[in-house]
């Protein structure tokens, strides 16, 4: 996709070309060129091609043709992606039948501010809002029949959330209904995300199948057929139905797969190792993302930073030669150089066009005091637009920067390059946030939002003009690593960082490596946990470069990116650790409930407990007649608002295998929400054809365990459940009860986090800096997590993760200089009194008092400092500046947005009340 910069009328669409083929949609009169569809005259037979000659920007080219290249490398990166289910493969979908029947894809389009009609939803029928939204999930996965797949795609209960969630924000009178069969929320805060929409008003979650049975062919609304544990079968009438479609592998799979001599698994994904997700049967071929299986961003970026550091192992050897070092123009002095301010200002398509008014508010900001250049800009931050910002800088000799766009938080180091390209310092340019802070929040008071889009930049004008230049420092990194933590991810991550040549200290609290996993004995495909773990220790133990500290317990954590000095008591004695990145994988605990008579009875198990007498063969195992597994115990409830993701699987796992040893047994599984998402899907429907019986449960009618007699006098326990398909309660005699016990985050998460200041997440693992962006690092520079201690996960799902965050470690480690930002806080010691209140203050240690020749001063780590200014507000004689936000920057934009002479009215106009 292409986005034409020039600005025709809206009817010009139809006037430049002759069969409609240019696809455009306007937005404050900027169209983006979509797309140029087959019925081009001149890509048929080279005829027409007015659009070209009337381009004024030479967006459009129909010379370009394609090229075969050859190109030597050392490893492959398979990134190819996924495909969304086509539901009109099935014809009982009605897709493409029925007007107002939209996928979840169409949908989403629908509700982007660039979708084809500006962020509205309307209906294709009649172009009106609907008011009556059905969503029917599982569309192309979770089924048997032709045509569509067995797996479960895993992101789409969630996505559907996300989308009710915005329509009622788009219009709060919306009636969402949300037909499914479990909801798979099983992601970190997904159980909160997931509470969070089935608390909005005129929400309904119905849990049911459900069949499209006609469209009125008068109104277009579509018909759904669905039924209810109360009512029996119903039919519904709904205004628009979107269908949550699953996920595919690409459709080029098959050739992908024959090209790159890569093996693909039954559902046609990548054939992936259990214990190596990244790596192919082909050495050298790494896939990461969507062709490992449906999986959510997180998990795509943490598994392409994983698999870009196995093949940093591959390709050591080669590593800097081919890089080239970025190069800046000279910093042109303007500190003498009158003010002159440029201002760019962002439509972000329509995010904030279709809101605020922008052409008239730059002809605004061309009339305030030191603006000698305004403009609008479709994207900012595309290459183009960048590119534009650094030569009109360059051209006419600007010397403050602002770009009024979105959040600063993802985007403010690409402007600040682009003022560097420019050849001024970077600390000149200035963001004004006229997205989160405006258009999103009053996107139905646009002469409002237009007016404080104005006022917001305005303000931004004025602190530009207070704008100083700052320097940037460089500090050295050691080049070793500290892992914390010896299980499956900390020695996945110690090995991948160490064989590419650095010295990794691994310190584990316990007297073996192995963690957690030293419980599991095997996992739903099959692998041999312990056997891998044998192997995966011993690759440990040999390697050089590791050195492991056993009953290890850290006492003291200091120091900076690139510089930590951590101290380590363990067997070795007191150590002193030097290193230059951290690696937190401490993994979790196992909650020991104190329900269902856990503790009390020795026939009351956890799911563990139940994996390893089965595997030691246990023959009060073996022989019982009667196995109740109980899903759910300690999570998803007030106390742990959340999904452990492992408990469904581990006890369709551990059924499969009692069911093999005696086919004779009955075993039941009271759940909730059976959430074998992924793969494990099939082995889920295997539980149910071997006779594995599934009985929901709501959880304001829990399960009752009491001890008590069979019919024959035998001692069992009694289990007692509402069964809602029979809709009436049952009794279930146990031999044994296995409790599927919650993961909760380990003793020794808080002692961590304050040693190496960094945040957890209300559930109380550890916070990443970004869910999305930034997955396997924190907030504090130079310390990265991975495993159980970022979030439950599989064995595969940690690799993945371990892999990744010593990709993200080595991005550090293999520089020999890493730059500190020149936003910090700076100490006028004239006005500092010693009273201690910044060091308080401080949360990242930057500060200290000490004895100077005036007395007690307050000093300053630059390096430690993170520019948060709670320092600065705490001073009670202004002594601390935060550099780039001093309080004569910050009171300028107050002034800017209310004039003194103002205040002072309104003051006069107080005291006249009183």
Partial sequence: MEYCPAKYPDKYNQEISKNKAIHIYFAQAIPLVEYIDESCLYLKDKKCGICKQVCKNNAINFDQVAERKEIQVGAVLLSVGL?????????????????????????????????????????????????????????????????????????????????????????????????????????????????????LPDVRFIRSYTSIVREDPVTKNVTVRYSTTDDGVKEEEFDMVVLSVGLNPPKDVESISQRFGIEL???????????????????????????????????????????????????????GKLSREREYPPERDVSKEEQRIGVFVCHCGANIGRVVNVPDTVEYLKTLPNVVHAQEQLFSCATNSAKEITDITREKKLNRVIV????????????????????????Y????????????????????????????????VARAGRLEPLQEFDLPVDKAALVIGGGVAGMNSALSIANQGHEVHL?????????????????????????????????????????????????????????????VQSERGLSEIKHGAAVIAIGADLYTPTEYLYGKDDRVLTHLELEERINNGDEKIA???????????????????????????????????????????????LYRDMRTYGFNEDYYREASEKDIKFIRYEPQDKPVVEPGKSEDGKSVLKVTTTDFILGKKIELDADVV?????????????????????????????????????????????????????????????????????????????????????????VKENKCIGCSACVEAC??????????????????????????????????????????????????EIDALIPAESILMQMDAAIEAM
């Fill in 83 to 199: 495909e969304p289910y086509d539901p009109s493969l099935k014809k009982e979908y009605h897709y493409r039948d029925f007007a107002n029947v939209v996928t979840s894809m169409d949908y989403e389009r629908l509700l982007c501010s660039t979708g084809p009609y500006a962020g509205e939803v309307l209906r294709a029928s009649d172009k009106t809002h609907p008011r009556k939204i059905a969503w029917i999930q599982c569309i192309g996965s979770r089924k048997v029949t032709p045509g569509e797949n067995s797996y479960c795609s895993s992101v789409c209960c969630t996505y559907t959330q996300k989308q009710a969630i915005i329509t009622k924000e788009h219009d709060a009178d919306v009636d969402c209904t949300i037909f499914h069969n479990d909801i798979r929320s099983f992601g970190k805060d997904f159980e909160r995300y997931f509470e969070r929409t089935e608390k």
């Fill in 265 to 319: 698994n039954a559902h046609r994904f990548a054939n992936i190792s259990p214990v190596n997700p990244m790596k192919t049967n082909r050495p050298g071929i790494f896939v990461s993302g969507g062709l490992q299986g449906p999986i959510d961003i997180p998990e795509s970026v943490f598994s392409a930073s994983g698999a870009a550091s196995q093949i940093g192992e591959l390709l050591d050897y080669r590593r």
């Fill in 404 to 427: 009024a766009a979105c959040s600063p938080r993802t985007l403010e180091n690409l402007f600040r390059d682009t003022v560097r390209e420019a050849g001024i310092n970077q600390y």
């Fill in 738 to 826: 296995a409790l599927a016990a919650a993961i909760v985050p380990s003793e020794s998460t808080k002692e961590i986090a304050n040693l190496f200041r960094v945040t957890l997440s209300p559930d109380g693992f550890f916070k990443e800096a970004h869910v999305k962006l930034r997955p396997v690092e924190f907030a504090t520079d130079g310390v990265y997590l991975c495993g159980l201690a970022h979030y439950p996960k599989f064995i595969k799902e940690t690799v993945n993760q371990a892999y990744g965050a010593a990709g993200r470690a080595l991005t550090l480690l293999s520089n020999d200089i890493v730059v500190a930002s020149g936003s910090v806080c700076g």
């Fill in 507 to 567: 310190v584990e609290k316990n007297s073996e490596l192995g963690g957690v996993a030293r419980k599991i004995h095997s996992t739903l495909d099959g692998l041999d946990v312990q056997q891998y773990l044998r192997d995966l220790i011993g690759q440990v133990y040999r390697h050089p470069l590791i050195h492991v500290y056993h009953n290890a317990t850290i006492t003291d954590a200091k120091g900076y990116v690139g510089n930590f000095v951590t101290e």
């Fill in 623 to 669: 022989n019982a007649k009667s196995l109740v597994m109980i899903q759910c115990v300690g999570c998803r409830n007030e106390d742990r608002n959340y999904c452990s993701r492992l408990c469904c699987s581990e006890s369709v796992k551990n059924a499969l295998s009692i069911k093999k040893k005696n086919p004779a047994m009955d075993v039941y599984i």
């Fill in 843 to 892: 949360a990242y240690g930057a500060l200290e008092i000490r004895d100077t020749r005036q007395g007690k001063k307050a000093t300053i780590n630059p390096v430690l400092c993170k520019g948060d200014g709670l320092c600065n507000a705490k001073c009670p004689t202004g002594a601390i500046q935060l550099k780039h936000y001093t309080d004569e920057e910050i009171l300028s």
């Fill in 429 to 460: 340019f200035d963001m004004a946030n006229i997205r989160e802070h405006d258009s999103w929040v009053h996107a139905k008071e646009k002469e409002e939002a237009t007016q404080k889009a104005k006022d917001i930049i305005r303000m931004s």
